[in-house]
Structure formats: structure tokens, C-alpha cells
């Protein structure tokens, strides 16, 4: 049973962190090279991707204590060494940082989805919230003794005074499971707004909403920290301490990756996501001719537009379709007065103007080209 843990601790280490990395350089090249909309959440993905290759570090550490093998050996809360001890208080310190550079990321991100005020206003709670939780994690992990030396050596210090062990790990267990559902509910309500068919709404919710995987992990994760309590059986415990952790962080960051990475995949189905289709179109005689006009009509424009899919549209502030028009209208309302409002429809009807004037432009000479000049 015990070598059975130790071979699932390495395989699930070594799968889940290079899937959640790899999320990552994907997200990174669609931002950059794909939909070139690079932004303040990006910057908070290169960073949980850092931290995650540090996760991965200290992983292979305990690792190579022993956790999760047989005993006896170094992964031992009585070790004389206490290298058990200092790792686990260094990756206690780390996993609060790790968590806070996620939520800070979806936060951020769903900057980008709506103007509404009052959406926008609940962001920035949960901003202030996940800092306000990251500072009291970190002190409650390194206050928790009085001598603060007495986490790292306790058998020195028995005359310390330190906080129940369940309450220093399963409290901000706890407060990371409210905010993970604070976070997690957050875009439901501007998704839903949107006018469009159900199942639509259903897969765009879903994209959004892939984080409750790391949830319901994070419940788990529970289980192991009783474990962890433990000063029997320590190597086992820290091993499915590294399991479940492993998953809760890597299942975050695909989720936190996956509306970035939709682009990708409208890509490999061979839908550009950045314009309209070209090529050659037919002469009345059959023989290819010049090429098609499409980039140039309404009609190409709203393919354009399609293309991008829902999630990138409202990334982009590009309201696709006339009930997202409608939602960032709304939400702009709140921000400008109703001058503003008429500025905003006489910009699309000079752009539609424009429009169908390079449209009748470039049809005069694409007939020039094929019937040669009228006389």
C-alpha cells in the first residue's frame, strides 16, 4: 500500500505539473501571437507559472525525503534532521502565495468582461478580500508558535505556546474554499445576460466554471491535513498531502488558462480568429479570377466578429453580437451620460458607411478586371 502511494505521488507530480505549465506557454502564445491582446491577468499568469515550477521544485524535494514511501525514513516529524519541518513550513508559506497569484489572476480577468459598475465593484472586492486572506494566512503560519523558532524545532522549545495544528491548517483551508466559490459564481450572472440559445450559454459558463474541478479537490484536501496532523504514519500523510495538492493546483491553473486558450482551438478547427476568410472567386466563365471581397462587406465583418467566439469578444470589449452591444451598453451607461450614448451609434454608422463604400470601391474594380472597362 505504501509503494503504491509513493508511485501515485510521482506520477501525479510528474503529470499534473507539466499539463498546468504547459496551459500556461499555451495561454502565453495565444495572448501574444494569436489574439495580441495582451494584458495585466497575462502578467499574473506568467507569474502563477513561476510559482508553479517552484511547487514542482519543492515537490520533487519532499520526494526525495522519502514522503510517501516506506518508513523509516527522513519524511519523520521526530527526524533529527527536521529537514521535514523546515520544507513543510517553506511550502506552507509558498502554497498561500501560489493561491493568491491564481485568484488574483481570475480577478483581474474578468476585468476585461464587462464595464458594468457594479460588476466591476465586486471584482475589486474579491481583490481586496484575497490579499486581506493572503496576510492573514502568512502570519497565522508564521505566528503560530511563541517562540516563532519552535516550528522548526519543537523538541528544543517545550516550553513554547503554539496554536492547535488543525486550526493553523484547516482555517485558511477554509477561507480558500469561500473565495474559490466567491470567484467561481462572479461571471454567471454577466454570461447569463447575454442573449443567446441556452446550450451556448451552457458552454460558455462552462469554460468559465471548469475551476469547480480544483474545488471539489480542495474539499478533499481536507482529508489529507487531518493526515498530516498525524506524528504516525507521517511519510504517508505527506504523500497524499502532494497528491491532492498537486491536482488542486494544477486543475486552477488549466481553468485559469482555458478562455485564453479557446482561441487555439478555434484555430486547429480552422477558424481564424483573428479576420475573415480570403480567396480566389469565380469569373461568370468558371476560371478563378480575382480575389473574393469578403474581408471588405458586412458580412465578412460579422464572420469576423463570430469567429472570435464569445469569450474572446468580450475579452477584447468587441460586442459581437447584439445582446453582448447590448450588455457593454448597459454597462457603459453607468459610466457615461446619454451625449455619450449618441456618439457611440454615430461611430458605427460612419463605420458601416465606410464600409459599404470600399465595398462598391473595390466590386467597380473587381468587374473592371473581369468584363474589362465599361465604355
Excluded at 502564445?29 to 494584458?39: A, E, I, K, S
Excluded at 523538541?155 to 470567484?183: G, T
Excluded at 495538492?245 to 478562455?259: I, Q, S, T
Aim: charged fraction near 15%; proline fraction near 5%.
Amino acid at each position: 500500500m505504501v509503494y503504491a502511494m509513493q508511485l501515485a505521488a510521482y506520477l501525479t507530480t510528474w503529470i499534473a505539473y507539466p499539463i498546468g505549465i504547459s496551459s500556461c506557454f499555451i495561454r502565453l502564445y495565444c495572448r501574444f501571437f494569436v489574439t495580441q491582446n495582451w494584458g495585466l491577468d497575462d502578467w499574473f499568469a506568467v507569474a502563477s507559472m513561476l510559482a508553479i515550477v517552484g511547487q514542482l521544485a519543492q515537490w520533487q524535494l519532499l520526494l526525495n525525503l522519502g514522503c510517501a514511501g516506506p518508513e523509516p525514513n527522513p519524511c519523520n516529524y521526530m527526524d533529527p534532521g527536521g529537514k521535514l519541518l523546515l520544507l513543510l513550513f517553506i511550502q506552507e508559506i509558498f502554497y498561500y502565495v501560489v493561491h493568491w497569484l491564481i485568484k488574483a489572476s481570475f480577478l483581474v480577468f474578468y476585468l476585461r468582461l464587462s464595464p458594468e459598475v457594479g460588476f466591476r465593484r465586486l471584482i475589486w472586492i474579491g481583490l481586496a478580500a484575497n490579499t486581506i486572506m493572503l496576510i492573514f494566512n502568512e502570519l497565522i503560519s508564521i505566528l503560530q508558535c511563541n517562540p516563532v523558532i519552535a516550528v522548526l524545532k519543537p523538541f528544543e522549545h517545550p516550553e513554547a505556546k503554539c496554536l492547535e495544528r488543525l486550526v493553523v491548517f484547516f482555517v485558511p483551508a477554509s477561507l480558500n474554499i469561500l473565495l474559490d466559490i466567491y470567484i467561481l459564481v462572479l461571471p454567471i450572472r454577466v454570461v447569463w445576460a447575454l442573449q443567446m440559445p441556452l446550450r451556448r450559454k451552457i458552454a460558455v459558463l462552462s469554460v468559465f466554471t471548469f475551476g469547480t474541478s480544483a474545488l471539489f479537490v480542495g474539499l478533499v484536501r481536507f482529508h489529507s491535513l487531518i493526515s498530516l496532523n498525524e506524528f504516525t504514519n507521517t511519510a504517508y500523510g505527506v504523500g497524499e498531502m502532494l497528491i491532492v495538492a498537486a491536482l488542486e493546483f494544477n486543475l486552477a491553473v488549466v481553468a485559469l488558462n482555458l478562455p485564453a486558450m479557446k482561441c487555439l482551438y478555434l484555430k486547429m478547427m480552422g477558424r481564424d480568429t483573428m479576420g475573415g476568410s480570403s480567396g480566389p472567386s469565380n469569373t461568370p466563365d468558371g476560371k478563378k479570377g480575382v480575389y473574393g471581397l469578403s474581408s471588405l462587406g458586412r458580412k465578412a465583418q460579422k464572420q469576423k466578429l463570430n469567429d472570435l467566439g464569445t469569450i474572446t469578444r468580450l475579452e477584447q470589449n468587441v460586442p459581437g453580437t447584439e445582446s453582448e452591444e447590448e450588455l457593454w451598453q448597459k454597462g457603459l451607461s453607468g459610466k457615461k451620460n446619454d451625449d455619450a450614448g449618441i456618439m457611440v451609434t454615430k461611430d458605427v454608422t460612419q463605420e458601416s458607411s465606410e464600409s459599404v463604400e470600399e465595398y462598391t470601391i473595390a466590386e467597380n474594380a473587381r468587374k473592371s478586371l473581369v468584363w474589362g472597362p465599361e465604355r
